[in-house]
């Protein structure tokens, strides 16, 4: 049992995030079954393609959306239970700024110290000034980037234990994406502060996460450290001749084209030894994402 | 439940109805003060120099507009309140509030407490006006009106409440205001119903001020009951609502 596995049943150390057989039914869509744990102190990567379960899960954690089954715990409370109690040490960051066109950083923070007892607002102005965010000027005239900053200096102003956040970083350009990871490496200088971050830019999360999640389809396909992931898996790229020495189980999936067949393997250690011949590369987030997600095909081009 | 946090979601609302609560409190101002020119000219000026036979037919529709309107537009500085709640239906917000930790109950109540505070300044804006315009007038219908404001008042705060519960329930100030509409028509058809009911009351040139005030003023018992009823069901139902999660 690795050790992350061990974090999921709660039996390494406390937990930033625990999900326990997590099931939500749509028509036509099933989040199934789901488990994974964020372990306190760490970043983790939730990586899906659209439509894979992401946000799904993520309004389940935030208590949004009622669950057909599972358990939930954050910060080592129920999330139902000890939902104002949890609220109030946690910050979720979207996609998109939920705050009114009309406000400035003043009605913003005035409205947050009333809502977080924990308010900081002389942090809130030096988060501003730092981010380069116009004390005056109204959040509906604020570029997507200002708006993301805006976003992530209100939820790190109130002292939060956890960031959930959900396709933060998307439609971001590199260096406001940049800028955004340094904050977040600063904020996890404090063991006890925590990150869970939804995206499927998975260069991001190259550079910054500590564990990774692969969910499709409302399946777990992976979860695990991110530095072990990476050492454990690895791509061979061969002939048709070669491939089709190798045994379907040994492989994730395998992409083929005219040329030669790109095969992604997940236990390099035993593949180096069976096949001898195979010259295992290195590879990344994304690739191993792309390999999962076609896992059931098995062969695909 | 903390007053801090209260005043701070107080704030907010006050902050996002700012510009409706200015229009319609200068709106309300404006038709007062011209209520009031028009009672001086109508006694003292211009509009004194009607011929005698058209007179009392004038001054009629003089002082029944003159007294009316400046109601209905405190009416309007009151429930433009409802204008905060517009962007509950902000699809962002929506999901954001659901992050933070504040409990349907606090939330709901605060809404409440603007709505009712701007009734409470709306009541005595309005007696005040026709306590000036019995003055002006040479009448002594203050009481009278007051109790017919009361009716008006009350009646408009019974739909802002059911207007406030459909928004929570449509999610759309569009549908919500579609299904208000509905509801108003079915209810003027049936509040008219009553009102011609009423023996003493005759629609037409002989209808008198005082009876139409007087007839107003009969539902009084009836409209509280309605509006003490309807204040404790959508109160729950609104935090029921708020508190309610996505399928």
């Known amino acids: 049992m690795s050790d992350l596995e061990n974090a999921v049943s709660g039996a390494a150390c406390e937990n930033a995030i625990e999900v326990k057989n997590l099931t939500k039914k749509y028509d036509g869509f099933t989040l199934d079954d789901i488990s994974f744990a964020v372990p306190r102190g760490s970043i983790m990567g939730f990586i899906g393609q659209n439509g894979a379960g992401k946000s799904t899960t993520i309004k389940a954690i935030l208590n949004i959306i009622k669950t057909d089954g599972g358990q939930i715990r954050l910060l080592g409370m129920d999330h139902i239970k000890d939902e104002l109690k949890v609220k109030e040490q946690i910050a979720a960051v979207f996609d998109e700024c939920p705050f009114h066109d009309s406000f400035k950083a003043k009605q913003l923070s005035i409205m947050f110290q009333g809502i977080y007892e924990t308010w900081d607002e002389k942090l809130f102005y030096q988060y501003m000034d730092r981010f380069g965010l116009p004390r005056n000027k109204k959040i509906g005239k604020f570029s997507k980037g200002m708006k993301m900053k805006i976003q992530i200096a209100t939820a790190l102003s109130h002292g939060a234990k956890l960031l959930i956040m959900d396709e933060a970083t998307t439609g971001l350009d590199p260096v406001v994406r940049n800028e955004i990871l340094d904050i977040f490496r600063e904020y996890l200088s404090d063991d006890t502060n925590s990150i869970l971050m939804s995206s499927h830019i998975t260069s991001d999360l190259d550079k910054i996460a500590d564990s990774v999640t692969f969910i499709d389809k409302g399946k777990i396909l992976l979860t695990g450290y991110k530095d072990d992931i990476l050492e454990s898996h690895a791509m061979i790229r061969c002939s048709q001749a070669d491939f089709d020495k190798m045994e379907k189980a040994d492989f994730v999936s395998a992409r083929k084209n005219d040329f030669c067949v790109d095969v992604m393997v997940s236990d390099r250690a035993a593949v180096k030894r069976k096949y001898t011949w195979a010259d295992l590369e290195k590879t990344n987030l994304e690739e191993i994402m792309l390999f999962y997600v076609n896992k059931e095909k098995k062969e695909w081009s | ?247």
Request: with cysteine; glycine share 4%.
């Open chain 2, 1 to 247: 439940m903390k007053m801090r946090r209260l005043g701070c979601l107080l704030y907010r609302e006050l902050y996002l109805s700012r510009k409706s609560l200015l229009t319609n409190g200068v709106m309300a101002l404006s038709i007062m003060i011209l209520g009031i020119l028009v009672l001086l000219s109508a006694k003292h000026g211009n509009l004194a120099l009607i011929p005698e036979e058209y007179k009392e037919a004038v001054e009629e529709i003089i002082f029944m507009f003159s007294a009316f309107l400046p109601i209905y537009a405190c009416v309007a500085f009151a429930i433009s309140l409802v204008e905060s709640w517009q962007f509950e239906c902000d699809r962002k917000w929506k999901l954001f509030r659901k992050t933070i930790p504040v409990s349907g109950c606090e939330y709901i109540l605060v809404k409440y407490i603007l709505l009712f505070a701007a009734m409470g300044l709306a009541i005595p804006l309005s007696a005040l006006y026709m306590w000036c315009s019995d003055l002006i007038a040479g009448t002594n219908e203050t009481g009278m009106s007051i109790q017919c404001i009361l009716v008006i008042l009350l009646f408009f705060m019974c739909y802002s409440q059911v207007f406030q519960i459909f928004i929570l329930l449509f999610g759309s100030m569009d549908r919500a205001a579609i299904a208000i509409a509905i509801l108003s028509t079915v209810s003027m058809i049936f509040g008219f119903d009553l009102l011609l009911r009423d023996d003493k009351l005759l629609l037409g040139a002989d209808m008198m001020l005082n009876d139409l005030f007087a007839s107003f003023a009969s539902f009084l018992p009836q409209v509280t009951a309605v509006f003490l009823v309807t204040t404790v069901v959508s109160f729950f139902l609104s935090v029921k609502l708020y508190e309610r999660r996505e399928k």
